[in-house]
């Protein structure tokens, strides 16, 4: 039939498409599908890890360019530019870049503190940390430190910090688009589902309504699942009747708001500035080619309950009070801005997780093995959890997930 192949990949985002491109480079085929009508609706990836708390030493690793672009590369269909600075791009001259190819740009992270802060306690931790990881960490305070701080102005409090030079961030929107256009022309429009409805995997296959229609597709091997609060009714409806329990189950939704701001100053944009519970920098899309002149605050909202919230109660978080009272407190004490022009507000809901193994909804073993269960003749189903977030976290995750399941189908 049209439809049967290898391997169905279901799931909203970056993740989907990531292990699909990854499949497909292994030479399986593969039938995408997705629940929302596109692959930008719940947009639950971030451009960088925002470390909001004390990260792990394995979290700062990869959020550096080499870490990043080792990442982005083998299952993009295209360039994956980069930019270092704008010292850096002088030195180095312009030569051919892609203007449209998504960008990985290095920026300094800097972690600011009021002085005498109880906080100033965990900035001496992360200058540690930080220097065990070989990341030339320095400790600034005063003028020196509001000079690079994002959109900050003269005469804003006195504050301490660390900043790690070399972080950076990367263009999600760019890197989505160009895989799903790879994808499209590769599997075919027929193989890329969206808005799929009443997905129910069968024994060595699979059924789901999209188009007004019934579709069934034979599977050779399984489905892989990649688990966002978009899917949680879904996966939690497929535990029960199969009468498993998850292996990891998330601790709760964490609410984010990307809030955009028009600057009436240039906006440096090497430098990308944590206060809090919020990360402020440069908004920019490809590489730099002009002053930048609009800011992006990303602010960290309520953990919510995630079998319990419904779409209301998180939409009632977004924009609250509270939102604005804690981004009026940063403008007042460090940028000094004395009125803003608010742009956008882009909210976000991501799972935080306490376990990320994935595990088998259908046959395979459980957990995963070295040699895996093998999928027998009803084929596997795999839950992947932690598929959003920061984009390298998801892109990382999407590819261990598909070579557990190369192996476990052989």
């Not at 940390?129 to 804003?156: K, Y």
């Not at 972080?167 to 022309?185: A, M, P, T, W």
Request: proline fraction near 9%; charged fraction near 25%; charge should be negative.
């Amino acid at each position: 039939m049209l439809l049967d192949s290898d391997v169905a990949v279901l799931g909203t985002g970056v993740a989907p498409l990531v292990a699909a491109s990854h499949l497909l480079s292994q030479g399986k085929s593969v039938l995408l599908l997705n629940p929302d009508t596109d692959f930008f609706l719940e947009d639950s990836e971030l451009p960088f890890d925002p470390m909001i708390e004390l990260p792990e030493p394995g979290r700062i690793r990869r959020g550096t360019p080499e870490s990043a672009l080792e990442q982005l590369r083998p299952e993009f269909p295209g360039a994956v530019e980069y930019w270092s600075g704008p010292e850096a791009e002088r030195r180095a001259g312009t030569g051919f870049r892609d203007p449209t190819a998504p960008c990985v740009r290095a920026r300094a992270r800097l972690w600011v503190a009021p002085s005498g802060a109880l906080r100033h306690d965990t900035l001496d931790e992360l200058f540690v940390l930080a220097e065990d990881e070989d990341l030339n960490p320095q400790l600034m305070e005063g003028p020196p430190l509001m000079r690079r701080f994002p959109g900050a102005a003269a005469g804003a409090d006195l504050l301490q910090g660390v900043l790690i030079p070399r972080l950076c961030d990367v263009d999600v929107s760019r890197y989505r688009i160009g895989l799903l256009e790879f994808l499209r022309e590769r599997l075919g429009p027929e193989r890329v589902v969206c808005g799929a409805s009443q997905i129910q995997p069968m024994p060595g296959g699979v059924r789901f309504h999209a188009g007004g229609m019934a579709h069934t597709a034979r599977l050779r091997d399984g489905m892989l699942v990649y688990w966002t609060p978009r899917l949680t009714q879904w996966v939690l409806a497929q535990a029960r009747r199969a009468e498993v329990s998850p292996v990891s189950r998330p601790r709760g939704v964490r609410l984010w708001e990307q809030w955009s701001f028009i600057s009436r100053d240039p906006i440096d944009p090497a430098v990308i500035g944590n206060v809090g519970e919020m990360a402020i920098w440069a908004e920019l899309e490809g590489l730099p080619s002009a002053p930048a002149n609009r800011l992006s605050v990303l602010r960290a909202g309520p953990l919510l309950d995630p079998f319990e919230t419904n779409a209301a109660q998180g939409q009632a978080s977004w924009a609250s009070a509270e939102s604005f009272s804690a981004i009026m407190t940063v403008f007042d004490s460090i940028l000094r801005w004395n009125r803003i022009s608010i742009r956008a507000m882009r909210p976000r809901a991501i799972f935080e997780w306490e376990f990320t193994r994935p595990w088998f909804l259908q046959g395979g073993r459980e957990p995963p093995g070295p040699r895996g269960g093998g999928p027998g003749e009803e084929g596997y189903v795999f839950v992947v959890p932690a598929c959003d977030g920061p984009l390298v976290e998801v892109i990382r995750t999407a590819r261990e997930s598909c070579g557990i399941a190369l192996e476990v189908s052989g």
